[in-house]
T-cell receptor
């Protein structure tokens, strides 16, 4: 059953804490993406990776970090430097670059305690 | 800088109506345009992708058109059903970037 999985579905962060959101895909896609969605603002790109061991900053990378050690995995860490992390986080993948159809995971909702 | 706008922000229609959702973009030098559907609290589902050289794409009751020169796309939904209720997002990729730029979406409600 091919697709993109994200975990956890809900995540709570305490002040000063780093948290990591998981994203896994078994579609054999080269490119993977992380987006943040806030009410009324649409999706904004945080980081993207077009190939293993390489990634680029998106429009709102400050306070976030990623790694791409395996083709199927692209975890996102929300660091304590991100002062307003409450949002819905979406991971996506595509066969090649962004010009291919992007397939999205179910999302992780991050809340601050 | 590419900007994508969707009008209306929300739409409520009775079941069976044909309806049109609008998307406009400021930079016509796009590689493609995509329409997505998002159910509350869920991820996005790709509906249609139109390459810059194409004028329209169809999938079942959905038809998307693209007028690159005027910076507009429409998503036509025929014979709407309550199951079509969701937020519809359009997104474009410009030639000078490989990133999707999203609109803020149209929230559609189809009532029985």
């Amino acid at each position: 059953d091919g697709g993109i999985t994200q975990s956890p579905k809900y995540l709570f962060r305490k002040e000063g804490q780093n948290v990591t959101l998981s994203c896994e895909q078994n579609l054999n896609h080269d490119a993977m993406y992380w987006y943040r969605q806030d009410p009324g603002q649409g999706l904004r790109l945080i980081y993207y990776s077009q190939i293993v061991n390489d990634f680029q900053k998106g429009d709102i990378a400050e306070g976030y970090s990623v790694s791409r050690e395996k083709k199927e995995s692209f975890p996102l860490t929300v660091t304590s430097a991100q002062k307003n992390p409450t949002a819905f986080y979406l991971c996506a993948s595509s066969a090649a670059g962004g010009w291919e159809t992007q397939y999205f995971g179910p999302g992780t909702r991050l809340l601050v305690l | 800088k590419q900007e994508v706008t969707q009008i209306p922000a929300a739409l409520s229609v009775p079941e069976g109506e044909n309806l049109v959702l609008n998307c406009s973009f400021t930079d016509s030098a796009i590689y493609n345009l995509q329409w997505f559907r998002q159910d509350p609290g869920k991820g996005l589902t790709s509906l249609l992708l139109i390459q810059s050289s194409q004028r329209e794409q169809t999938s079942g009751r959905l038809n998307a058109s693209l007028d690159k020169s005027s910076g507009r796309s429409t998503l036509y939904i025929a014979a709407s059903q309550p199951g079509d209720s969701a937020t519809y997002l359009c997104a474009v990729i410009s030639y000078n970037t490989d990133k999707l730029i999203f609109g803020t979406g149209t929230r559609l409600q189809v009532f029985p």
